[in-house]
């Protein structure tokens, strides 16, 4: 073990550090490296058998590959082979989860360009805090034609229905838009936003994941609000109300 140990370490001459510092390191007895481990005459060939399995089964853990190992005549129990699993260095490969991603770097804001009222709306959110560490979540919606702010909505928390109830109020006084743009935000591609745009005629438009230069106009819109809003005036709790603030920014 104090090998491995030495050849682990950084260092020209590792080998050079006493045997008794390692143990005292590692907080060992040096008894323990009086008497080296006796190999067993079959452990090269299980070894080697194991390192084949592994190449050929990269899935399998060592119950698996003991299994296997004990299927092929193999006279091994289940701890030797994780001792020789642990010391050989496999592992089995986590598996990536695939994420949703929804957005195209055809939907920034470079090659689809609003046309015109109504046509592209963009939205964001803000996250802050106010003076005793409490969240606070803003939601920005924008006409990037006119560069008007539609909707300035801030709360503790906001859902997909409170998203909801905000589109459909303004769907009722500004009209639909034909387009609306926005990041990969969780809030955003929820089911029930998607259907209820769908079911609206307005299609959405996902930019690209790690690319906010994309939508540009509601980037700006965001740092004003961080700027005048929040930078300049913090949120005291004894007087915050939610509110919805309109006009342009």
């Known amino acids: 073990?104090?090998?491995?140990?030495?050849?682990?370490?950084?260092?020209?001459?590792?080998?050079?550090?006493?045997?008794?510092?390692l143990c005292r390191v590692l907080n060992q007895p040096r008894s323990t490296q009086?008497?080296?481990?006796?190999?067993?005459?079959?452990?090269?060939?299980i070894v080697k058998r194991m390192h084949a399995l592994v190449r050929r089964w990269p899935r399998f853990g060592y119950r698996r590959i003991h299994a296997l190992l004990r299927r092929e005549g193999f006279r091994i129990n289940r701890k030797r082979v994780y001792r020789l699993w642990k010391q050989e260095g496999f592992k089995v490969p986590q598996m990536q989860r695939k994420k949703r991603r929804l957005g195209i770097s055809a939907n920034g804001i470079v090659r689809?360009?609003?046309?015109?009222?109504?046509?592209?709306?963009?939205w964001d959110f803000i996250h802050?805090?106010?003076?005793?560490?409490?969240?606070?979540?803003?939601?920005?919606?924008?006409?990037?034609?006119?560069?008007e702010g539609l909707a300035l909505e801030v709360e503790r928390s906001?859902?997909?229905?409170?998203?909801?109830?905000?589109?459909?109020?303004?769907?009722?006084?500004?009209?639909?838009?034909?387009?609306?743009?926005s990041?990969?935000?969780?809030?955003?591609?929820?089911?029930?936003?998607?259907?209820?745009?769908?079911?609206?005629?307005?299609?959405?438009?996902?930019?690209?994941?790690?690319a906010p230069w994309q939508k540009d106009h509601v980037a700006c819109c965001t740092s004003w609000v961080e700027c005048v809003t929040i930078?300049?005036?913090?949120?005291?709790?004894?007087?915050?109300?939610?509110?919805?603030?309109?006009?342009?920014?």
């Open 128 to 147: 802050d805090r106010d003076e005793q560490g409490r969240p606070l979540k803003w939601l920005i919606i924008e006409d990037e034609f006119t560069r």
């Open 158 to 181: 906001i859902k997909a229905d409170d998203v909801l109830d905000v589109l459909r109020e303004l769907f009722l006084a500004r009209g639909v838009p034909r387009h609306i743009r």
């Open 34 to 45: 009086r008497r080296p481990r006796k190999v067993k005459d079959d452990e090269p060939a």
């Open 1 to 21: 073990m104090l090998d491995r140990v030495r050849r682990a370490l950084p260092g020209e001459e590792p080998e050079r550090i006493s045997e008794r510092r």
């Open 183 to 210: 990041d990969n935000g969780p809030e955003f591609i929820a089911q029930a936003i998607r259907a209820y745009l769908n079911a609206a005629g307005v299609e959405t438009l996902y930019i690209e994941p790690g």
């Open 112 to 122: 689809r360009r609003a046309a015109g009222v109504n046509d592209v709306w963009c």
């Open 231 to 249: 930078c300049g005036n913090r949120h005291r709790s004894d007087s915050f109300r939610p509110w919805l603030l309109t006009g342009w920014l």
